[in-house]
């Protein structure tokens, strides 16, 4: 576990690939709080299956933001393979400077929503990163969080459906540092 960073309520902490089986369970508990009304998707479900790819992967980066030792909410993603980005069948010319991060996973407990926890865990997952492009997917039965991320500096390039049981997602790319 990498240094913490401190906010006024919550703790944030840096975990990578290596703290993964000391995590685990956090981000599933955090996952299965903030999802509870639509847990009966099975989409949804497979999240353990999510935690465990993107875990696994080498560069793997997550935070997690705690109220004194309760995990309420996390962020994770890892570098992109080059030339397979989610943006990539969107944006034409690719852009020079094309090395990404893939934001795949945000979660805010119920309790902890509107009290931009989800901004404080966001901007701490991609603080510092080498990379000069994040992406991440959001439902597009969610039009709210996606102008969240466009006030973040977002801006959706396409949809993409991942999955063929997954949601639909508007592909959203920003520049870093975010601004």
Known sequence: MEASLSAPDL???RFTHKDLPQIRQAL???HADAYADAMDDEFN????W???HWGGHPKFACVIAFDGMEPVAFAYGAPANPYREWWREHV???PENSRTFSFSELAVRTKWRKTATAELVSRALLEGRDEDLVVLLVDLEHPRVQALYESWGFRKVGD???FPDSPVYAVMLAELPLK
Request: net charge negative; glycine share 0%.
């Open 92 to 94: 034409e010319p690719a």
């Open 11 to 13: 703790e944030v902490r």
């Open 160 to 162: 993409r459906q991942p």
């Open 28 to 30: 599933i508990d955090v």
């Open 45 to 48: 479900q497979r999240f353990p």
């Open 50 to 52: 999510f935690v465990d």
